[in-house]
């Protein structure tokens, strides 16, 4: 069972769609980070969220961390082919220890 | 400034032969970690180090598996026997926790193809 559940697994969707993906837990956490990863590269951090019911933009990405910080969401308005890739989102409950969601496998078609 | 390096980018090896994985973290960072990847099993945490100490190895599949931090500069993760089932994309990531509030950085990963 994984720790952190993420949904959907993929997505193909055309440019200029939204979008929203969402990662989920039974587990309350202290924090919780989206991580982008494209094909032959390692993940790159976008954001980390920390309080409960917070929201961050970032350009076209809308991040939100649930009220009660067991749950999260990354929304893309107007998608882009460059924001194709593996999302990941990744919290940690013990000191530095992250686990990782399965990922979203976006693809955005031109 | 330089990432977190990873050598091999790729290694082709046949099954029970020793496979040695190295890494070089970001400077000042007190934190690394092995990760491997895989479709089956996403990116799972083996072992993480804390000032090149071991914290936890729980994540180490078996006692093929080993890891070593011998200074603050370099890591390597190896295995032996190497098997097919060990195929995988194998990352390190390091971190400076109180200044970077958890962010990993990543290599750009070690893909492993055991025939």
């Known amino acids: 069972t994984q720790l952190l559940e993420q949904s959907p697994q993929f997505l193909s969707i055309q440019e200029g769609e939204n979008l929203t993906v969402y990662c989920n837990s039974s587990s309350v956490f202290s924090s919780l980070q989206w991580y982008r990863q494209e094909p032959g590269e390692g993940p790159v951090l976008l954001v980390t969220v920390v309080t409960g019911g917070e929201v961050k933009k970032l350009k076209r990405l809308t991040f939100q961390f649930g009220d009660a910080r067991k749950d999260s969401s990354l929304h893309i308005t107007a998608a882009q082919p460059g924001d194709t890739g593996l999302y990941l989102c990744a919290a940690g409950k013990y000191g530095n220890k992250l686990v990782f969601g399965a990922g979203t496998i976006l693809r955005v078609k031109s | 400034d330089a990432g977190v390096i990873q050598s091999p980018r790729h290694e082709v090896t046949e099954m029970g032969q020793e496979v040695t994985l190295r890494c070089k973290p970001i400077?000042?960072?007190?934190?690394l970690f092995w990760y491997r990847q895989t479709m089956m099993r996403g990116l799972e945490l083996l072992i993480y180090?804390?000032?090149?100490?071991?914290?936890?190895d729980s994540g180490m599949p078996e006692d093929r598996f080993s890891a070593k931090m011998p200074n603050a500069s370099f890591s390597t993760l190896k295995i032996q026997p190497s098997e097919p089932r060990d195929s995988a994309v194998y990352f390190c990531?390091?971190?400076?926790?109180?200044?970077?509030?958890?962010?990993?950085?990543f290599g750009e990963g070690s893909r492993l193809t055991v025939l």
């Open positions: 180090f804390n000032n090149n100490v071991p914290i936890d």
């Open positions: 400077s000042g960072h007190d934190y």
């Open positions: 990531a390091s971190n400076q926790l109180q200044v970077n509030t958890g962010e990993l950085f």
